[in-house]
């Protein structure tokens, strides 16, 4: 399908009351809508904790039990770099100066995906056209799974609200072994081709892909043997998928969010972008500082999505402003107040489209 078009409303719109708002916030507190010493300070504890767990795990072969743990750990500490600094940077939010927001974001080449691709699946397609099925990519998980009712039903679909955890724990190896691929390759997210890339960026690509395999495989498998490679790298792998995975589903594919399509004529969508974005978003476990701090203020995924340019450290001060707003307007805010809500929305999110003719 080509990229739909949103309406241009009438002022003064939401989207531009709110902006004015959010920027007079800045304005009068007179600091930076980007990170700050206390997010530097959490970037620098992440990176510390994972090539200390790394070493350890590779080069001082820990015992087996302790070594599982420690794979698990590893797994927390590379979600909670992509959540923190990777995407903070991959959006320019991360800091005021443009090298090191490239700095930032280049962490998830050394994870093994590609900061490329995902600028163009996440920054460009996901944030513009969010749970559009056949444009977002981030609804694509098809034939295993069933996110939204435009999507066609398989009969397996009739179990994924049971097996879906499954399907999820593999999202960081298919990612990092299939998907960037297929992106480069076809020169395609989805349909939508991807930009033009750079000799720089070729060679990031497969320079940073080696490095992984280096890193990741070869490396641990001469250290610590194949057997214990294996048993070590998939449970870091499938439960580093599982994390990523479920942390972004609570945010987009629950009980009360939308998938709005197109007119079939003109090509929009009903609503203007930022009421689009409030109508397909959804927060979770605001008031849990825990989540707050592992998850990069991904649990404020509404004012992610609304203000992708404002480090996440400022999203429960801008909270309020967002939702005095949408009041004002009468525009839902999707909310739910602790992380097993957001979870079991989800689930039953899922067992709805277990059923053919299920209408959101």
């Given at each position: 399908m080509s990229v739909p078009k949103f309406p241009t409303p009438p002022p003064?719109?939401?989207h531009a009351v709110l902006k004015n708002r959010v920027n007079d916030y800045f304005k009068e507190k007179g600091e930076p809508a980007t990170g700050n010493l206390r997010l530097y300070s959490k970037a620098l504890f992440l990176?510390?904790?994972?090539?200390?767990?790394?070493i350890h795990l590779v080069f001082y072969t820990p015992p087996a039990g302790w070594a599982i743990f420690e794979?698990?750990?590893?797994?927390?500490?590379?979600?909670?770099?992509?959540?923190n600094i990777m995407h903070d940077g991959a959006h320019g939010s991360f800091s005021s100066k443009t090298w090191i927001?490239?700095?930032?974001?280049?962490?998830?080449?050394?994870?093994?995906?590609?900061?490329?691709?995902?600028?163009?699946?996440?920054?460009?397609?996901?944030?513009?056209?969010?749970?559009?099925?056949?444009?977002?990519?981030?609804?694509d998980a098809k034939p295993f799974l069933r996110l939204c009712d435009t999507q066609k039903f398989y009969k397996m679909h009739k179990y994924q609200h049971f097996y879906f955890w499954f399907v999820y724990s593999l999202l960081y190896l298919f990612w990092i072994f299939f998907s960037?691929?297929?992106?480069?390759?076809?020169?395609?997210?989805?349909?939508?081709?991807?930009?033009?890339?750079?000799?720089?960026?070729?060679?990031?690509?497969?320079?940073?892909?080696?490095?992984?395999?280096?890193?990741?495989?070869?490396?641990?498998?001469?250290?610590v043997g194949a057997g214990a490679w294996a048993i070590g790298f998939f449970s870091y792998a499938l439960f580093t998928g599982f994390v990523l995975?479920?942390?972004?589903?609570?945010?987009?594919?629950?009980?009360?969010?939308?998938?709005?399509?197109?007119?079939?004529?003109?090509?929009?969508?009903e609503d203007e972008w930022a009421i689009h974005q409030l109508k397909t978003t959804?927060?979770?476990?605001?008031?849990?500082?825990?989540?707050?701090?592992?998850?990069?203020?991904?649990?404020?995924?509404?004012?992610?999505?609304?203000?992708?340019?404002?480090?996440?450290?400022?999203?429960?001060?801008?909270?309020?402003?967002?939702?005095?707003?949408?009041?004002?307007?009468?525009?839902?805010?999707?909310?739910?107040?602790?992380?097993?809500?957001?979870?079991?929305?989800?689930?039953?999110?899922?067992?709805?489209?277990?059923?053919?003719?299920?209408?959101?």
């Open positions: 003064p719109s939401f990176t510390i904790s994972f090539l200390a767990l790394y794979c698990l750990l590893l797994s927390f500490f590379t979600s909670a770099i992509g959540f927001n490239a700095l930032a974001a280049s962490s998830l080449n050394f994870l093994g995906a590609n900061t490329f691709m995902w600028k163009m699946k996440h920054n460009v397609i996901h944030h513009a056209y969010t749970n559009i099925d056949g444009v977002d990519d981030d609804l960037d691929y297929k992106k480069y390759f076809s020169r395609k997210v989805g349909d939508i081709p991807l930009k033009k890339m750079t000799w720089q960026d070729e060679i990031a690509f497969w320079g940073f892909k080696v490095l992984h395999i280096l890193l990741f495989i070869v490396i641990p498998i001469i250290t995975s479920i942390v972004f589903q609570l945010a987009h594919t629950v009980e009360h969010t939308h998938f709005p399509m197109p007119d079939n004529i003109t090509n929009k969508v959804a927060n979770f476990a605001t008031r849990n500082r825990l989540a707050f701090w592992f998850m990069g203020g991904l649990n404020f995924q509404v004012e992610h999505h609304l203000f992708p340019k404002i480090s996440h450290i400022h999203y429960p001060k801008i909270n309020k402003i967002i939702k005095e707003t949408c009041a004002e307007f009468n525009v839902t805010y999707i909310e739910y107040k602790k992380v097993l809500d957001a979870v079991v929305s989800h689930i039953i999110h899922l067992k709805h489209l277990s059923k053919p003719d299920f209408a959101h």
